[in-house]
């Protein structure tokens, strides 16, 4: 069963939330950070994007960097920024999207539950990129954003969470510049917080890490690192836990996460539509944009106009959790089979575009001359990704987004 623990939160106070709080360090590059924490002083960027703070052109992965990450935690800190709670407690932290909230619950989830599979993952993660979050974590000693997990929805939760808020009102509760919005509830009662910890003890067999597979990686390895430096280890310090907020599955959506290629592998357009036929059923739709609206159906955007792709039968396996998904369809059939795109994780013929932005996004990509075709496909399934987690297999490459992210800065897990 799942470990989840309440902790002592150091976090904003409530007049300045909205402009503490900034989106996570890998959605944006140095110079993005820099136009996003202008004029706000108080921007965790400053903490998570320490090199914005740094003489222009300093190496965003050199110890001066880190260095100024811990200075600025500790210049929050000191101007009152971020104040740690006294008591430890369980958060409720909100989102609003197109005019859908989803609910998660903020705790500490066990390194421990990470490292026995309590904790399940559905893709693989890249040591360089886990070993960037323990330098910064071993630095500043806490965990400066949360991991977005979900688990299956318990009626006894969801009802702890709805009383909470609609009889409490929100301490922190705006809305951010791309129009999102952001609420967020500590857990006060006592009661509550211990009735919370024993529902994930005895209901929760298992959680899912939704997006953040990375940063969960390093926190399980940060809290190997400091536990073999701690002769007096008992298993019980902050650091064999770490941040993360705890959605119910039925209020996740997944977003389609496409794809536009630089080339046609050298065949013209009546040759590349002539050999998707084999294993497609082909038809022209037009100028007009085309969203895919069903499993195994994609749209495709090429030579000015869209075309619907439905595979045929025989090109996927229903019964099996990786041979029903679309992305493994597209990526066997037509990257691999027909334009020679072998490995998606080291290819530089392929980008990956998030269904955030739109399939005009697409169509602009193309129009522009920078890339040949695109593909749209139909979202991956909540459902669907607890199955292949549950399974023990990986998606391939860019398979899932989520939106929105969380927004990092409403709450940190120190973890002296």
């Not at 904790?119 to 979050?133: Q, V």
């Amino acid at each position: 069963m799942a470990i989840l623990k309440p902790f002592k939160g150091l976090r904003p106070p409530k007049e300045i939330s909205k402009d503490l709080a900034c989106l996570p360090y890998d959605v944006m590059n140095s110079e993005e950070a820099a136009q996003m924490a202008e004029g706000k002083d108080v921007s965790l960027l400053h903490i998570t994007r320490a090199e914005i703070d740094c003489p222009n052109g300093t190496d965003v992965h050199s110890e001066e960097v880190y260095k100024k990450s811990v200075s600025n935690l500790k210049m929050f800190q000191e101007k009152g920024w971020l104040v740690q709670d006294e008591e430890a407690k369980f958060y409720i932290y909100a989102q609003t999207m197109d005019g859908r909230t989803q609910y998660g619950i903020v705790a500490n989830a066990a390194c421990e539950d990470y490292k026995n599979g309590v904790i399940k993952k559905h893709e693989l993660t890249r040591p360089d990129k886990e070993e960037d979050r323990m330098i910064l974590t071993r630095y500043t000693e806490a965990n400066l954003e949360p991991v977005f997990f979900s688990y299956k929805a318990v009626p006894e939760i969801d009802a702890i969470v709805a009383d909470i808020v609609k009889n409490e009102e929100a301490e922190y509760d705006f809305v951010a510049e791309d129009g999102f919005g952001h609420h967020f509830w500590p857990v006060n009662n006592p009661a509550i917080n211990k009735e919370l910890e024993e529902l994930f003890a005895t209901k929760v067999p298992a959680t899912y890490v939704a997006d953040g597979h990375h940063r969960t990686a390093a926190a399980a390895r940060i809290g190997d690192e400091f536990a073999a430096k701690n002769p007096n280890h008992t298993g019980d310090e902050e650091y064999n836990y770490f941040m993360a907020v705890h959605f119910p599955d039925n209020q996740l959506a997944i977003i389609d996460y496409n794809r536009v290629v630089k080339d046609v592998n050298g065949m013209t357009e009546a040759e590349f539509l002539a050999k998707l036929d084999v294993t497609f059923d082909v038809e022209c739709m037009g100028e007009e944009i085309y969203k895919p609206a069903k499993l195994h159906e994609f749209s495709m955007y090429l030579d000015s106009k869209w075309y619907k792709l439905n595979a045929k039968e025989g090109t996927y396996d229903d019964k099996d959790p990786i041979g029903v998904l679309d992305v493994t369809i597209l990526s066997s059939h037509v990257l691999d089979n027909l334009l020679g795109v072998e490995d998606l994780r080291t290819t530089t013929r392929v980008e990956f575009i998030g269904g955030i932005r739109g399939l005009g996004e697409l169509k602009k990509r193309v129009d522009s001359g920078s890339m040949k075709v695109a593909f749209a496909l139909y979202a991956v399934s909540m459902q669907q990704l607890i199955d292949i987690a549950d399974t023990g297999n990986i998606m391939p490459p860019k398979t899932t987004w989520f939106e929105p992210k969380l927004r990092s800065g409403l709450l940190i897990h120190k973890l002296d």
